[in-house]
């Protein structure tokens, strides 16, 4: 039984998420459907709003003169050595916080909420002035030693709610079964919250996959260029056609869309519980 | 095998005392249960023994030297936690061999990634693998070993945890409530298989228990604490027979004594405020104070025949016994509009007598078997000494 | 640590967090709290790229430029139109989409999904996907209002649209984050008390007021100060987009920060700039605590 004006709000709300899926989805849709059309459709004819299929081996060769291979490999370099580099820092940090009252820790939770609000750009001329001294500038490793930086807290956040969730008594019995606290850490809190480093590291990985702006700035040779700084080199160059260019951007966006798809409510929980607890 | 000593150990976390002065001696060999109220310091006096837990201010000694600061793997102790505490990525197997495999490790087999390939290298060492196996069998974990906890019962867990405990042979066994999840018959079971480990195995024995009937059946000598600090240090039958104070009385024993209020007046006894009674000994020479006596000294009697007129407020039939909460007949018992029975006096007979809630009866005693007690601060007031 | 016994225990003990705690710390000073301070020291100095380990102390010259320059209001101004406007609108669209989506429906997972992906997109792909929609020739916003007979817009390069253009993208970034957010906190209002508010007769948007809106406006808060910061700090597609023009109308304190520094080298400059964005936000974290702060009293009352 539905009186009419259930109905009528029912009708609403579907509306409503209709409206709502046309305007989240279309970009992604257009990118899909513009890298599937030739270039002569693009600027002249009227672009066809649906995907060409049949356009796709055109898309491949378009992509084969983009150096796109390259630059995905050194994004996954960038983001790789971020993500272990971060794993790393950030469960010995969330370990102390999760399990030690410390003099300074106060102090540690302001610095590590600090990284949170301090915009990147703030300490770009710094770092710059920095790798120049140590003969870090144009390296990926003094990029990712930079974007380490504001991925750590986050996965120290992560990390360390998941290790709050494990027991006390776990950790004491494998002290006095004389495991030293390193490897408390090592062998026994770390493989019990697995789930959760594996969110931190999607979360770490793809800050470095989408960085940018340390990328565009630290790196000046296009053979260390990551997909992003090599992607907004196509701004405002005409040379590449946009459905090369546009497939290229599919190409890069779709791991982050389905590693983001998969871990969304890992993902919120990290980026909050910073500014929650800090 | 390290007797152990403490000597005024204090615990307090900022403002709140934990343990008061704590002092007493843990012998070699013994069955030594900490029993107590929770919230009463008992677990922190067992985690400050496994170097758990920091000490305020005090000593512990093993075997004459301080071990204030001991690492906890420098006292060889094994420690059994309530929740046991086991490794729960790990297989029975791994949980029994771990602490033999952490014995085992060199410093750099702790470096990541070395002390995977470490730890599955000792694994199947020849004599880890045999010692975990053979522990395995004593405690019939055999079938288990290739299971992982979270796919265990209660009571096999339980027996991973001891397993884990025994394998490394250590001198000095905590155990802090390793009963208390289980359900009530396996726990029985548990309490007379752990007697039995400890006749077996010889070592020493730290239990902490807030279930009286776990310390009598289990203990060779029995540490009442109550709010940090010792009310009594005895064997079970002294501490049941002769309770040092109200506390102890009444935290030993259940139904627990009968405690009533009672007051001397010209060398005449009375209970209760009104209810006169001829004793047939001395009275203490005090004006008010408490009368005690165990539920099964006293005696049921028909209306009239016995020193203390009672009505019967409770009947809880246990088979064998019949434990009878009665209502002492003061004079004014009628002006009490409670609901609820407070206060009760229990006696404890054998057999299932045929008496109703609500029914006249008479209690009686023998002089030998009241304790008496300050009537302020619950101390036993011995006639001897006075 | 060592097996003798002899080391005292609590002094190691109390040292053992800071084994674990040192490493970050250090990494985080090394490369974020000293070139953070080089940078608020070098606002007071007149820093070229030309020279960027050696500048002269100036005092507050550069702020005073700054005061005096009307292209830093420009860019003030745009940062908190900017900021301000992607909180309002990216907040409003996060909490509709997430009160639309709360209740289970056929389809619930692949909607979800959808509305998630301008979360998901990286910032530099979404910039490029854009900037084709607002080609001004071929893009399809221009070839819709051309069907419609209302004409081309310059929707990057006039002084009229940009902005608007860009929050635009940014809304379709920050929302669905919003969404998420304010649907986790959905999903953990009690059903109970939604029945109990039922059962005492409130009707659907009583109830909404009177249990669900208190339950997740905190979580709204916290995507608010989220949301308010990262438009501070956000530069990817800002810079991509329009660059900061057309005249300033789009440059932020971030983008007008690279700006003067790698196009106008002048370090000291932008690192007044920078000054400026960082107490932005740290305002904007400090009015969050302390709301937040206000909250928990009122809630432990």
Known sequence: ?278 | MPALTFKNVSKTFGDNTVIDAFSADIHDGEFLVLLGPSGCGKSTLLRMIAGLSDITSGDLLFDGSVANDWEPKQRGVAFVFQTYALYPHMTVRENIAFPLIMDAFRKWYHLPIVNIVARHRLMKRADIAERTLSIARQLELEPLLDRRPASLSGGQRQRVALARALVRNPALYLLDEPLSNLDAKLRTQMRSEISALHHKVGKTFVYVTHDQVEAMTMATRIIVMNKGIVQQVDTPDEIYDHPANTFVARFVGSPPMNLIPASVRNNALQLSGRLAVEHAAPLPPRRELTFGVRPEKLTLHPAGEGRLPAQVAVVERLGAETVIGCRLMTGEENKDQRLLEHDLVFVRVSGNPKIKIGELCSLDYQADDVLWFDIDNGDRIFLDQE | MSANGLKNRSGLVKLLPYAFILPPMIYLVVFMFWPLSRQMYMSLTNTRIVNPNRGRFIGLGNYERLIEDPAFYVSLKATLVYTVLTVLIGIALGVVAALAIDRPFKGRAVVRAILLFGWAVPGVAASLIWLWMYNERSGVFNRMTELLGIGRFSWLTSTDYALGSVLAVTVWQVAPFVMLVVLAALQSVPQEVREAARIDGADGISTFRAVTLPHIRPSIQLAALLVAVWSIRRFDIIYLLTGGGPLGSTSTLVVKLRQTAFEGHELGMASAYGAVGLALALMVAAVHYTVEQRRMKRMSR
């Open chain 1, 1 to 278: 039984m539905m009186t009419p004006r259930k109905l009528a709000m029912k009708a609403l709300r579907y509306t409503l998420i209709g409206v709502l899926v046309v305007l989240a989805g279309f970009p992604v849709y257009w990118m899909a459907a513009t890298a599937l059309n030739v270039n002569s459709q693009l600027y002249g004819t009227g672009q066809v709003a649906w995907p060409q299929l049949q356009h796709l081996p055109d898309l491949v060769t378009e992509l084969g003169n983009v150096p796109i291979g390259r630059w995905l490999f050194n994004t996954l370099l960038i983001a790789s050595g971020g993500t272990i580099l971060s794993l790393t820092l950030g469960a010995l940090a969330g370990y102390a916080l999760s399990r030690f009252k410390f003099h300074g820790r106060g102090l540690v939770g302001f610095l590590l909420f600090m990284t949170q609000v301090v915009p990147e750009a703030l300490i770009l001329v710094p770092l710059y002035a920095m790798f120049i001294t140590f003969g870090l500038l144009n390296s990926l490793t003094g990029l990712i030693l930079a974007n380490v930086g504001f991925s750590l807290p986050v996965a120290c956040f992560v990390l360390k709610g998941a290790m709050d969730a494990v027991p006390y008594e776990i950790e004491e019995s494998a002290i006095i079964d004389n495991c030293p606290r390193f490897s408390v850490l090592t062998m026994i809190i770390l493989p019990l919250i697995m789930p959760s480093i594996a969110a931190a590291a999607v979360v770490a990985f793809f800050a470095g996959w989408n960085e940018f702006l340390f990328a565009s700035t630290f790196l000046m040779d296009n053979s260390l260029w990551p997909a992003s700084v090599g992607l907004a080199s196509f701004v405002g160059q005409y040379e590449t056609p946009m459905s090369a260019v546009l497939g290229a951007a599919l190409v890069f966006s779709l791991p982050a869309i389905v590693f983001f798809l998969l871990i969304q409510r890992k993902i919120v929980a990290g980026l909050t519980a910073g500014a929650v607890k800090g």
